[in-house]
């Protein structure tokens, strides 16, 4: 077997397999990865790669006066992709801008220093280093894809040049990546300028000293077998899908959660290894574009962002807690789990997607126009009350129906879109049967039994709080204006409402009662005969 080393490369998927290298003889056939690797290294990267493989030849051939010529063909791979040698004459039918230009590159290089060419064809470059794409990934080759279709423009058959797959990684030597000439790395996102998503692997922190699996000695040198770098395992734990969770708001969800890569994941810190290391991989930042800030919770921030990829608008929730627990970020979770397990309905917040960045959870949900505490000091006329009532009576009933209470039912945390009104936050939600931990939301619209730590009808306590809510918005005035107000609205006692149907008075003081038993489901209210007059309410959605 003939002896390899690592070449240093300031791109981390260049592969130079072991062929030999004739610069006159080769063009670069395209695949995606190269198309996107090519567009995201910047030219001088590339020169230096060129440059440090002639010093390297040079030095080889003055060190160990090697024989022989090289043979007909290099053979370079950048990740997926091999740039195949043909023949200068052949029809360069697969030839684009970029290959040329990484032609004329080498070329212009190699025509620059006629004795460096020379020195080409007499060395010996057995023994130039190599580094394979998928040991920096330090997997096996799942980054070269064997399906040849995937392989765009290149011709497998031609010259019966067998289809291009990176090296078997158990026939391969390395030796440890030098950090010592300030090479960069450009991790693999195609969305990231050049600046943004470098990251210098010389910070890295994740076992210094890489992971050594086995060594082997060849001329003198000791070199690790299947050594793994600590940049490496940092990109893998990057790569690594998260853990799958068990989905407690889900009835037939697995009874386990799975972690496939749970043996793999040792070797990175944390929970969620992959989704927490910022490092310039910013999710958020790749995947949209920030137009304005349009909410702040007590621990959160929601921002109206424009995704990239789509172009549509969307909510997206920055928690602003940092989540370095794995308890803490499973409880932040639950969230999301009970916005994904709901699913869609027309008067619950649309949710989308959600990740971790930088120990932060972000959530990307159905953009509303604002909330309905942008009524808290305008006077709603009856209908509009009604309106909102109803339709977030609908939203209860549905989460209800699905198991799931959401204890923090107020103005803030209902949205409203077109006219239509939307159950949001689910930050406090919990299971009606209370087999999960309870955290109630805001105290002011609460009922006297959470306070007291009674949790048996969890859903009557999200009927109180949408009474104390819609009576805010009757009064038009924020609470809490006074304790005694809401300690009255804890005992029931609701005072006359000047300007609104006793029906609705009566069915308002019905949904504060102390007693849960006798506030109505949210079935119950749905059906109320008070929302019967339909064709009023579509026109208060005019005004909304
Ligand atoms: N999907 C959305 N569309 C429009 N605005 C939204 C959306 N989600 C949230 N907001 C705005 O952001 C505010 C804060 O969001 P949210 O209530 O989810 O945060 P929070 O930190 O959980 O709040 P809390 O203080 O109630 O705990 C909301 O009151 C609302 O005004
Ligand atoms: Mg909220």
Request: glycine letters at 6%.
């Given at each position: 077997?003939?002896?390899?080393?690592?070449?240093?490369?300031?791109?981390?998927?260049?592969?130079?397999?072991?062929?030999?290298?004739?610069?006159?003889?080769?063009?670069?056939?395209?695949?995606?990865?190269?198309?996107?690797?090519?567009?995201?290294?910047?030219?001088?990267?590339?020169?230096?790669?060129?440059?440090?493989?002639?010093?390297?030849?040079?030095?080889?051939?003055?060190?160990?006066?090697?024989?022989?010529?090289?043979?007909?063909?290099?053979?370079?791979?950048?990740?997926?992709?091999?740039?195949?040698?043909?023949?200068?004459?052949?029809?360069?039918?697969?030839?684009?801008?970029?290959?040329?230009?990484?032609?004329?590159?080498?070329?212009?290089?190699?025509?620059?220093?006629?004795?460096?060419?020379?020195?080409?064809?007499?060395?010996?470059?057995?023994?130039?280093?190599?580094?394979?794409?998928?040991?920096?990934?330090?997997?096996?080759?799942?980054?070269?894809?064997?399906?040849?279709?995937?392989?765009?423009?290149l011709d497998c058959e031609k010259e019966n040049i067998p289809c291009p797959k990176s090296p078997e990684k158990l026939t391969t030597i390395k030796c440890k990546r030098?950090?010592?000439?300030?090479?960069?790395?450009?991790?693999?996102?195609?969305?990231?300028?050049?600046?943004?998503?470098?990251?210098?692997?010389?910070?890295?922190?994740?076992?210094?000293?890489?992971?050594?699996?086995?060594?082997?000695?060849?001329?003198?040198?000791?070199?690790?077998?299947?050594?793994?770098?600590?940049?490496?395992?940092?990109?893998?734990?990057?790569?690594?899908?998260?853990?799958?969770?068990?989905?407690?708001?889900?009835?037939?969800?697995?009874?386990?959660?799975?972690?496939?890569?749970?043996?793999?994941?040792?070797?990175?810190?944390?929970?969620?290894?992959?989704?927490?290391?910022?490092?310039?991989?910013?999710?958020?930042?790749?995947?949209?574009?920030?137009?304005?800030?349009?909410?702040?919770?007590?621990?959160?921030?929601?921002?109206?962002?424009?995704?990239?990829?789509?172009?549509?608008?969307?909510?997206?929730?920055?928690?602003?807690?940092?989540?370095?627990?794995?308890?803490?970020?499973?409880?932040?979770?639950?969230?999301?789990?009970?916005?994904?397990?709901?699913?869609?309905?027309?008067?619950?917040?649309?949710?989308?997607?959600?990740?971790?960045?930088?120990?932060?959870?972000?959530?990307?949900?159905?953009?509303?126009?604002?909330?309905?505490?942008?009524?808290?000091?305008?006077?709603?006329?009856?209908?509009?009350?009604?309106?909102?009532?109803?339709?977030?009576?609908?939203?209860?009933?549905?989460?209800?129906?699905?198991?799931?209470?959401?204890?923090?039912?107020?103005?803030?945390?209902?949205?409203?879109?077109?006219?239509?009104?939307?159950?949001?936050?689910?930050?406090?939600?919990?299971?009606?049967?209370?087999?999960?931990?309870?955290?109630?939301?805001?105290?002011?619209?609460?009922?006297?039994?959470?306070?007291?730590?009674?949790?048996?009808?969890?859903?009557?306590?999200?009927?109180?709080?949408?009474?104390?809510?819609?009576?805010?918005?009757?009064?038009?005035?924020?609470?809490?204006?006074?304790?005694?107000?809401?300690?009255?609205?804890?005992?029931?006692?609701?005072?006359?409402?000047?300007?609104?149907?006793?029906?609705?008075?009566?069915?308002?003081?019905?949904?504060?009662?102390?007693?849960?038993?006798?506030?109505?489901?949210?079935?119950?209210?749905?059906?109320?005969?008070?929302?019967?007059?339909?064709?009023?309410?579509?026109?208060?959605?005019?005004?909304?």
């Amino acid at each position: 077997m003939r002896p390899r080393m690592s070449v240093h490369y300031s791109l981390p998927c260049l592969i130079i397999t072991k062929q030999d290298y004739h610069p006159a003889q080769f063009e670069l056939p395209l695949s995606q990865t190269y198309s996107i690797l090519y567009t995201n290294h910047r030219e001088r990267k590339r020169e230096r790669v060129v440059r440090l493989m002639k010093r390297k030849i040079v030095k080889r051939r003055e060190n160990t006066k090697m024989k022989g010529k090289l043979a007909s063909h290099t053979k370079l791979q950048l990740g997926q992709v091999s740039l195949h040698t043909i023949h200068r004459s052949s029809s360069s039918t697969s030839s684009s801008n970029l290959s040329s230009r990484f032609q004329n590159l080498l070329d212009s290089e190699f025509a620059a220093d006629a004795p460096l060419a020379t020195d080409l064809d007499t060395a010996n470059v057995d023994d130039i280093d190599f580094i394979l794409s998928q040991d920096f990934f330090c997997t096996p080759d799942y980054i070269t894809p064997n399906d040849r279709n995937i392989l765009n423009g290149l011709d497998c058959e031609k010259e019966n040049i067998p289809c291009p797959k990176s090296p078997e990684k158990l026939t391969t030597i390395k030796c440890k990546r030098r950090r010592d000439n300030g090479i960069s790395v450009n991790p693999l996102s195609p969305t990231l300028s050049g600046d943004q998503q470098i990251v210098e692997l010389e910070n890295d922190t994740v076992g210094m000293d890489g992971v050594k699996i086995g060594d082997t000695t060849a001329n003198g040198i000791q070199k690790f077998q299947n050594y793994v770098s600590p940049s490496a395992v940092a990109l893998r734990c990057r790569v690594m899908p998260p853990p799958c969770i068990k989905n407690p708001y889900l009835m037939d969800a697995p009874d386990m959660d799975i972690d496939p890569f749970g043996n793999q994941r040792s070797k990175c810190a944390g929970f969620f290894p992959g989704l927490i290391g910022g490092d310039g991989l910013s999710r958020y930042h790749s995947d949209f574009q920030e137009i304005e800030q349009i909410g702040i919770g007590n621990f959160s921030r929601v921002f109206k962002v424009l995704k990239r990829i789509d172009g549509c608008l969307y909510a997206v929730k920055h928690c602003t807690r940092h989540l370095q627990q794995d308890a803490e970020r499973r409880k932040a979770l639950m969230e999301v789990q009970a916005l994904a397990a709901l699913g869609s309905h027309e008067n619950v917040v649309g949710y989308y997607s959600s990740w971790f960045e930088n120990e932060h959870l972000y959530i990307q949900m159905e953009l509303c126009d604002h909330s309905l505490s942008n009524y808290k000091c305008s006077r709603l006329s009856t209908e509009e009350v009604l309106e909102a009532l109803h339709q977030v009576a609908k939203a209860l009933h549905f989460i209800h129906g699905r198991g799931i209470a959401h204890l923090d039912v107020k103005p803030d945390n209902i949205y409203v879109k077109n006219g239509i009104y939307k159950l949001g936050d689910f930050g406090c939600a919990t299971l009606l049967d209370s087999s999960l931990p309870i955290e109630e939301g805001d105290a002011r619209y609460m009922p006297q039994e959470i306070l007291n730590e009674k949790y048996d009808h969890l859903d009557k306590v999200d009927i109180f709080s949408l009474g104390a809510t819609i009576y805010e918005l009757i009064r038009a005035s924020p609470f809490p204006e006074s304790r005694t107000q809401v300690s009255n609205l804890r005992e029931g006692k609701i005072p006359l409402l000047p300007g609104h149907s006793l029906q609705l008075q009566n069915l308002l003081k019905l949904m504060v009662d102390p007693d849960p038993f006798r506030r109505p489901s949210a079935k119950e209210l749905v059906e109320n005969p008070i929302f019967d007059s339909k064709q009023t309410f579509a026109k208060n959605k005019a005004f909304l």
